[in-house]
């Protein structure tokens, strides 16, 4: 379910990385606070373990197709929320670039989908909640099951709305519900019985590893619940006043759910200085054409999208396409050719 | 096992990092940030957009090409994910049916047209990333994080990550020869067994991470990491962002495919 830059448009796409790029500085600064200096090799090497045992496969129960661990709810319960985040991220950046799952513009809204969730709400407000008191093996089943799939159908619902707000898509929004919900149900099942098989067999064996809420977890414990609601409330009022200041800026990116919501494309206008003077700036230092701000009062129509598709000009933006392609081609080898040529004076 | 071997073929486009070449040598936060502004404009096309796309190849190409970056080696890679934004873009044939444009007497629907776009921008974002990497090593990555103003600890951890990871990959190819070598067909890749097997791999991280520390508090750690800083700007690293960006800005607001693409029409007439 990673998300793909080819699906974002710039705006929730930016928004998106301000929002996860805000939650790294925060977490980081928590650590800070109360580093536990054995913390910083844990982190890394357990971050490599995600990886290495995403290399292990299995036959999931029923289907016969093969599954593999996603990992971020275990590492919140074995390192807590604010570390987790941090390896969670690191390990989406790794993926993003050396296997280009999800692109760079898109990392950013992957982070938000995959970490948030199971560190800031799967893990403190019901893992935790859930495993309380004394622990048994069935409570820690059952707080897994249930954090892992909250999560993932959290994560899912991301993922549709970035989607649909990006307005990229034609799939409608009950059809894309309907699709990806139920197919994260039955992953968040299999991966939350395999996070608590894991999490028992390793208590069994070292219990001070998931157990110890002084050593490795300390930053996890103490008024985490509050906090994390707190930083989640600060995150929302930061990204939905973000969205919503890019919403009056750029109409298209929200239209759809404006459309929802009155009915009709632009939300009844209302005279705001500010956004006026901003849409003044943006008329006068516009590097994405397509993005301007409508004049006030909803008049003008919407521009036509650039360049304009309409039959008299197919022709030539084919052509045009193909010759840009073939120029392109002539670059690159003109390069290989330079490069080459430059080596045998080296030598 | 050939996917997976495929997929977690993460050494060779590390030793490709390592060149020595006019973008390889150039400043890693320059990088970075070129090609986030790259994709931004990329992306920023409308979603009927697909001529307009088309000047933007330049860029991959000639990281590419300058790189001495193999074409396979991307490609490849390129071509073997992908499956969410296909995933989303095939509904669009489906459910936007006006006819857009007629090419040759063919009516093209406007799905077909935003789906096409959709691929076009995967591939040139996701070339982007790939070649980002091909052409910067990963230290050279944090470095430029760091100096990008992330956290320390964060970058520090990404570093360790990065270590680690090819001796943890190690491991746990032996883990699944073992694996391989004492079951027979699809046995021993029963949940159960698989939660065992996994667990003890943590349970040997964590070992190792233990280890690891010690071997570092006996080194003189005292809780801080210093990232080694090997670049420093100089002109033609400006020289490079300046020239990207104003080409970009220019293959984004003029329209040069439909000024070139007029001037190939009327001169067959």
Known sequence: ?347 | MSFDLEYFNLGYLDTLSYKNTFVHRLDPRIKILVSFTFIFFVVSFPKYELSGLMPFFIYPVFLLTAGDIPLRAIAKKVLFISPFAIFVGIFNPLFDTDVLITIFGIPVSGGWISFISIIVKFILTVSTALLLIAVTSFPGICEALERLKLPGIFVVQLLFLYRYLFVLLEETLKILRAREAKSFGKKGKEVKTFIRIISVLLLRSVDRAERIYRAMLSRGFRGEIRVLKTHRLRLQDVFFAAFSVIIFYIFRNFNLVSFIGENLKSSFR
């Open chain 1, 1 to 347: 379910m990673h998300m793909a830059d080819a699906l974002l448009s710039p705006v929730v796409g930016g928004a998106m990385w301000a929002g996860t790029l805000g939650t790294i500085i925060y977490c980081a600064k928590k650590l800070k606070e109360k580093m536990d200096e054995r913390m910083i090799p844990l982190m890394g090497v357990l971050g490599a373990f995600i990886f290495a045992g995403q290399m292990i496969n299995f036959t999931i129960p029923g289907t016969g197709s093969s599954g593999h661990l996603g990992g971020g709810m275990l590492l919140a319960i074995l390192l807590g929320p604010y570390a987790a985040f941090l390896v969670i991220s690191s390990v989406l950046i790794i993926q993003a670039l050396f296997f280009a799952d999800g692109g760079l513009l898109g990392l950013g809204a992957n982070i938000w989908n995959l970490g948030i969730y199971p560190c800031f709400i799967g893990y403190p407000l019901i893992y935790r909640m859930l495993v309380r008191g004394a622990k048994s093996d069935k409570k820690i089943m059952l707080a897994s099951l249930i954090s892992v799939v909250a999560g993932l159908q959290l994560g899912a619902f991301s993922v549709i709305l970035e989607t649909k707000l990006s307005g990229i898509t034609e799939l409608p929004f009950s059809a894309f519900v309907a699709l990806m919900q139920p197919i994260h149900l039955a992953i968040g099942l299999v991966e939350g019985f395999i996070t608590a098989g894991i999490v028992i067999y390793v208590r069994n064996i070292r219990p001070d590893i998931v157990e110890d809420l002084h050593g490795v977890k300390v930053l996890s414990s103490g008024g985490s619940m509050k906090k994390a609601l707190i930083t989640l409330a600060i995150l929302a009022v930061i990204t939905g006043g973000a969205f919503s200041w890019f919403a009056s800026t750029y109409p298209d990116g929200l239209k759809w759910s404006i459309e929802k919501i009155y009915g009709k494309p632009e939300i009844p206008e209302k005279v705001n200085p500010v956004t006026e003077n901003l849409s003044e700036i943006q008329k006068k230092t516009a590097i994405l054409p397509d993005y301007s701000f409508p004049s006030q009062g909803g008049q003008e129509e919407e521009k036509p999208s650039w360049p304009a598709v309409d039959p008299g000009t197919s022709l030539s933006g084919l052509l045009g396409g193909l010759m840009v392609l073939g120029l392109v081609v002539i670059f690159g080898l003109g390069i290989k050719m330079i490069r080459k040529l430059g080596k045998r004076h080296v030598l």
